[in-house]
């Protein structure tokens, strides 16, 4: 049968989710990690739909009478364009499949703006860093995901750096507040991002002062989750992370963060808390971007 690529719709949503868990599964696998226990069940208020439709034109599969194999998701912001996902079902791999999805996003709806592109890939997987490689995309920062047990947050003494915060509402002014501090920490704003992220219930973003001022950004997570988290300077930034750490506890037993390589400070404090390395990423972009000592990401699919 002949392999065709078509934008997704709303209703391919639920088979996207199932492929993407199917293909990530398999690579942890075979590489010997951990298989997240709970598996991703798709939702109306996915990231997925969100795509679907704010920017339909970075969301394709790949399908074969009438059954999707694989799928890969782009967004663009400003002149900075970024590879979310790109998956194929394992027994579709041998075929070119994730070239031809890669090509596809790459090219189709990509305005003639953009002068970069970037992609966060499992360290371990060689196919895909090649995939990348092959693309003009290049090895810029390594990436691990930390764990630590709550109670070993709390039961330290409130860190002299923290700052004061306030819990943030979804709004233009809001979004206008977050996205100038990533237009100075990462190089370019990020609007959609803060749209589809406020929305969602299962969080909460908070705004950290210097004074009257707001130096940095957050977002807490009910899992215990940290970041996205920008900030306007190291001081700003280490003040946000400890303050957020006191956040993150009160909500799971376990407080988690992706943590670029580069980012010493962050790492020295996970460390104090015990903090471990729970799985390793790269980076990749055409060039340089972003100052990783005021940032930690939120997930490879959302920087």
């Known amino acids: ?74 967004w663009v912001r400003d002149s900075f364009w970024f590879l979310s996902y790109l998956f194929v079902a394992p027994r579709y791999q041998e075929r070119n499949v994730g070239r031809r999805l890669l090509e596809i996003v790459l090219h189709e709806g990509t305005p003639p703006s953009v002068d970069n592109r970037g992609v966060i890939t499992y360290a371990y997987n060689a196919a895909s860093i090649g995939l990348y490689m092959a693309g003009g995309m290049y090895a810029r920062e390594s990436l691990y995901r930390m764990t630590g047990q709550s109670a070993l947050i709390e039961s330290r003494p409130r860190p002299e750096h923290s700052l004061d915060c306030e819990k943030l509402g979804p709004g233009p ?38 004074g009257r001022d707001t130096a940095a950004y957050g977002y807490v997570w009910s899992n215990g989750q ?57 980076l990749m972009s055409s060039k340089p971007f972003g100052d990783w000592q005021c940032y930690l990401l939120h997930s490879p699919p959302l920087l």
């Not at 868990?21 to 598996?39: D, H, I, M, N, P």
């Not at 979004?175 to 749209?195: Q, V």
């Not at 001081?235 to 670029?260: H, K, R, Y």
Request: aromatic share 10%; proline share 5%; net charge negative.
């Open 226 to 282: 940290i970041g996205p988290l920008g900030a306007l300077s190291t001081s700003a930034f280490l003040g946000a992370l400890q303050t957020a750490f006191s956040l993150a506890a009160t909500n799971a037993e376990e407080v988690s963060i992706m943590v670029p390589g580069s980012n010493d400070l962050a790492a020295r404090v996970a460390l104090g808390y015990r903090f471990r390395v729970h799985e390793p990423y790269v």
């Open 1 to 74: 049968m002949t392999i065709t690529y078509r934008p997704a719709k709303p209703d391919d949503l639920p088979e996207v989710v199932a492929i993407r868990a199917l293909a990530s599964s398999e690579v942890k696998t075979r590489y010997g990690f951990e298989v997240q226990k709970k598996q991703e069940n798709f939702s109306p208020g996915s990231f997925y739909a969100f795509t679907i439709d704010k920017e339909p034109e970075g969301f394709w599969i790949a399908e074969e009478n009438n059954k999707i194999m694989g799928m890969a998701i782009r």
């Open 173 to 210: 002014e809001t979004i206008d507040r977050l996205a100038s501090i990533d237009a100075r920490t990462l190089g370019f704003p990020r609007r959609l991002h803060h749209e589809y992220l406020l929305q969602r219930q299962d969080g909460a973003c908070y705004a950290f002062k210097e």
